[in-house]
């Protein structure tokens, strides 16, 4: 009788040693895909951090590119003309104004050249001034306006003709009506017109 509990015993130990396997294997598996995953996400992090670090190199770049340029480009010559005070065309009522006029030029060669012309370019920026009212002046669109046609005036004494100004400020001959031939751009030695003081009473 003992025989047959022994081979019973023998049938009993491989059955758990292949449960102890299999729970082995699963754990070896489950532990492996656990490090891959690890691992890959590792990986995805570093290929994230490099493609940040090149567009952050980049915006660098452009950055530095953009400065280089500021620093090696020619800095605008600014011509300040001396104060204006003027009275204003308003009827029924006396104001005057006060404005400063800052011409932003291309070059110094073109302020030496203002300067020799300044007398006639002061007096056709007064002739305009004394045609504006309160009205004219009062809001942006208005002042906008006024430097174009300051632009306009102040290059008149060198013969430069620029095209007539439109009511929003821009230059009314830039787009010809159709059919027409387009006039070309007349280059303008004056970039802007800045104002120093505008003072209204």
């Known amino acids: 009788m003992p025989a047959p509990a022994a081979a019973a015993a023998v049938d009993v130990v491989p059955k758990s040693g292949g449960k102890k396997k299999l729970l082995l294997i699963i754990v070896t ?23 940040l670090d090149e ?10 590119e953009a400065v280089s340029e500021m620093h090696t480009g020619v800095p605008p010559v600014f011509l300040a003309l001396d104060p204006f005070t003027f009275n204003l065309a308003d009827k029924n009522v006396e104001r005057y104004a006060q404005i400063g006029i800052t011409l932003e030029l291309e070059s110094a060669e073109t302020a030496e050249k203002f300067k020799a012309y300044m007398p006639a370019v002061r007096g056709n920026i007064l002739m305009l001034l004394a045609h504006k009212s309160a009205e004219d002046l009062l809001d942006r669109v208005g002042k906008e306006r006024l430097a174009a046609e300051i632009m306009r005036e102040a290059v008149r004494p060198m013969g430069i003709n620029l095209p ?26 004056v970039t802007r017109v800045h104002f120093s003081n505008f003072i209204i009473q």
């Not at 567009?55 to 530095?64: A, F, G, K, P, Y």
Request: aromatic share 0%; hydrophobic share 55%; glycine share 6%.
């Open 29 to 51: 598996v489950l532990v492996l895909l656990a490090v891959a995953a690890a691992a890959a996400l590792v990986l995805l992090k570093k290929r994230q951090a490099a493609v």
């Open 55 to 64: 567009e952050l190199d980049e915006d660098v770049v452009t950055v530095d």
């Open 164 to 189: 007539p100004v439109d009511a929003e400020g821009a230059e009314g001959a830039a787009s010809a009506p159709a059919g027409k031939k387009r006039k070309s751009k007349v280059h303008s030695p």
